[in-house]
């Protein structure tokens, strides 16, 4: 043991008389340091559970969260590479959730007697220090599985080389990628047979309770409103708030309200006036809720007599479930997901130059396609976009304005609550066609064929495009159907100008690029 702290239990007040005792360093029990990174819950987090733990009764948990930069940084959060170690610059909407989350986990660890430390900085060095600062013994988070992976190598290296254990968890996907492979030990690149292959494994664990208490210690820690993560010159997040409740509790109430309510309807999942859906992406993306916790919740709604269509319903929810996990997995295979196509004939695609004020259109919504119109302004306003709209307005930005699916994939990474490493870039390439288990290129979203169908009545349009059918309505900045001409043409060029389709697509497979080339050990994070 480095060194350790001596408490008491008193969880009222942890910094009065705690921190003399800090002070004169009269410690006698293990000094346990969980990092939390995206798993902003109590429930069924094995890495909190494992150190509260290991301090047992008469030691110390202090429980950290870094604001990510990487070495040389001096802003927070960088635009991070594929071979970076620190995680991608959070985006606008992603920084107000996560303000949000972390108040929310710190009111929940105050009320069992802890407390959240905040630090930021390059988690290589603020993780070994902290350890340092505090004598911890032993430090324990949840494995990621994007590339800051990198940094946990470095930090697990560090600490164990500074005689501290480093534990990391299986906490934040029912699957961590190298479990679930092919025959031939490849990484799956078609949805179907990898979500089989998973429902094959053991049914996954039950969730862990929440931890009832923990026994903490004044430490040093950053003021959350000093990280400037809140809009304030314009506060544009009126309709985030009005919408979301970030945190676990808000979590699981969106849960509860799906079990009750949306389950039955989730067959209607297209249409987006309805809302069937759960609504739980931001919060599985920040990690408020377990798929553990999500997976025993919908099994004991099965196993309490759901039938026929609920039944139905429930596994396909599951599989929407299984896509996230599939996006980790390809993401985790080929790190450079967000820059690279997956298929590498799409690198001689010939986009457009962007006209600005098309891309200005698409984003602000005035495109004068209604369905369109609708989902942009309901990401602005909500920081959220129904799935099947995201994929009819990428499609429109891709195909019919040509534009590279990098400039929507980054607009979304700015705009969206649950914007995600894996499933962001890879939901993108999925619509352009670029990517593993893709929508063909010329499979192109008609958003006129596409409202009828499950917009029928209009509501959703009408919702968020009130002008529509009014004069003041704007004209369509394209015409549809000389834009889906335009798009195929440029499809076929691409294709033309290959020199051998067959071995195109052979090298499209992630499993044979470099990323899944590289030696990846799990155990080292
Ligand atoms: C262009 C585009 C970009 C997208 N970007 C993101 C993103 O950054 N983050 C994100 O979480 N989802 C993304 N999605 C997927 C999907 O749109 C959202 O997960 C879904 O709309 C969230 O609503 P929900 O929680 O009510 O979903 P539900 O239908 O209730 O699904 C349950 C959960 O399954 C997961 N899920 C569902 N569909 C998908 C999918 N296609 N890919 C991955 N996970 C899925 C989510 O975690 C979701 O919360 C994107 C889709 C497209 C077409």
């Excluded at 635009?79 to 108040?103: F, I, K, N, T, Y």
């Excluded at 809720?289 to 596994?315: E, K, L, M, Y």
């Excluded at 457009?352 to 004020?357: G, I, L, R, Y």
Aim: with cysteine; charged share 20%; aromatic share 10%.
């Amino acid at each position: 043991m480095i060194a350790s702290l001596t408490l008491g239990t008193d969880a009222g007040d942890p910094t009065s008389v705690e921190s003399s005792r800090l002070a004169e360093g009269t410690a006698d029990g293990p000094v346990a340091l969980v990092w939390l990174r995206n798993d902003l819950r109590l429930a069924d987090n094995p890495a909190l559970q494992a150190g509260i733990a290991a301090a047992g009764p008469r030691g110390t948990t202090i429980v950290v969260y870094v604001l990510e930069t990487a070495a040389g940084d001096s802003q927070v959060g960088p635009e991070a590479g594929p071979d970076s170690a620190a995680p991608r610059a959070l985006g606008a909407a992603s920084r107000w959730w996560l303000h949000h989350s972390l108040s929310a986990l710190a009111d929940d660890l105050g009320a069992i007697g802890g407390k959240l430390v905040l630090r930021a900085g390059d988690a290589a060095t603020v993780i070994p220090g902290l350890a340092a600062e505090i004598g911890a013994d032993a430090v324990f988070w949840n494995r990621r599985y994007t590339n800051a992976r990198n940094a946990d190598i470095t930090i697990k290296a560090a600490l164990t080389e500074a005689g501290c254990e480093a534990r990391s968890f299986h906490a934040n996907l029912l699957h961590e990628p190298w479990t679930v492979q092919t025959g031939q030990g490849t990484p799956f690149r078609v949805f179907t047979p990898y979500w089989r292959a998973c429902l094959a494994t053991p049914e996954p664990r039950e969730p862990l309770p929440a931890p009832t208490g923990i026994r903490s210690a004044p430490v040093h820690s950053d003021t959350l409103t000093d990280w400037g993560l809140l809009p304030t010159a314009p506060d544009w997040a009126s309709g985030l708030r009005a919408t979301w409740t970030p945190g676990e509790r808000g979590a699981h109430e969106r849960l509860d309200a799906f079990l009750n309510d949306g389950i039955d309807d989730y067959h209607l999942r297209d249409e987006p006036a309805d809302g069937t859906t759960s609504w739980l992406s931001p919060h599985l993306r920040f990690g408020e809720i377990s798929p553990f916790a999500v997976w025993d919740a919908v099994r004991r709604a099965r196993s309490a007599g759901v039938t026929g269509q609920a039944a139905n319903n429930a596994a396909k929810f599951l599989s929407e479930v299984g896509w996230r996990e599939f996006n980790t997995s390809i993401l985790f295979s080929f790190p450079a997901l967000r820059e690279q196509n997956v298929r590498p004939e799409f690198a001689a695609f010939p986009w457009a130059t962007p006209d600005q004020d098309e891309l200005a259109a698409w984003r602000d919504g005035r495109t004068g396609i209604p369905l369109v119109d609708a989902g942009m302004r309901e990401l602005w306003h909500t920081g959220t976009m129904h799935n099947r709209v995201r994929m009819v307005v990428a499609s429109f930005l891709i195909k019919n304005l040509l534009v590279d699916w990098r400039i929507g994939e980054a607009w979304f990474w700015d705009t969206l609550v649950d914007a995600d490493e894996a499933s962001n870039p890879g939901n993108w390439q999925w619509v352009a066609g670029s990517g593993v288990d893709a929508a063909p290129y010329f499979r192109v979203f008609n958003p006129e064929l596409q409202a009828k169908k499950f917009d029928p009545h209009g509501e959703y349009v009408r919702r968020w495009v009130p002008e529509y059918g009014t004069p003041s309505y704007p004209a369509p900045i394209v015409d549809l159907r000389e834009t889906r001409g335009n798009a195929l043409a440029a499809y076929s060029a691409m294709r033309a100008a290959l020199p051998d389709p067959a071995a195109s697509a052979d090298r499209a497979d992630p499993a044979a690029g470099t990323a899944a080339a590289r030696p990846r050990p799990p155990e080292a994070t």
